[in-house]
């Protein structure tokens, strides 16, 4: 089942994910939590889970999103962070996050990747290279 979190007992699930975020976030996972959690209710963020189990408490996967749509400049919703156990089914939170995109008017998804070979296999195709300037 996938739900979508507005409320920080959604997140519940999640605390117990043994995911990756401090190597794609630059944040700490503490401080990432905190920052998920104030930003739940958003409306322009859209945080899902895959959950599994009789009481929904075992998240199998989970999405953040953030609605960039802003036209013409913009008509996308961008992947923030994607995060799947092998049990997870990245498709159906996809598919989760597809109708939400089309409530924000979004013509697209975009989200950065390390490996565009994976994410093709969900749909997405490679659009452009990102370069990045440091500024410090």
Same mark, same amino acid.
């Given at each position: 089942?996938? /739900? ?93 996050? +597809?109708?939400?995109? /089309? ?10 990747? /390390?490996?565009?070979?994976?994410? +093709? ?5 490679? +659009? ?9």
């Amino acid at each position: 089942m996938i /739900k979508r979190i507005t409320t920080p007992e959604g997140f519940i699930p999640i605390f117990k994910l043994r995911d990756d975020v401090e190597d794609h976030i630059p944040y700490d996972r503490s401080s990432w939590i905190q920052w998920l959690v104030s930003n739940c209710a958003n409306p322009n963020y859209g945080i899902f889970v895959e959950l599994e189990g009789e009481l929904d408490m075992d998240a199998l996967s989970y999405v953040v999103a953030i609605n960039a749509v802003a036209p013409p400049i913009s008509r996308s919703v961008q992947i923030v962070y994607l995060y799947t156990t092998q049990a997870g089914n990245i498709q159906s939170l996809i598919d989760e996050l +597809k109708g939400w995109a /089309k409530e924000m008017s979004a013509s697209e998804i975009i989200m950065m990747t /390390k490996d565009p070979e994976h994410s +093709k296999e969900y749909g997405f195709k490679e +659009k452009l290279q990102l370069v990045a300037l440091e500024v410090l």
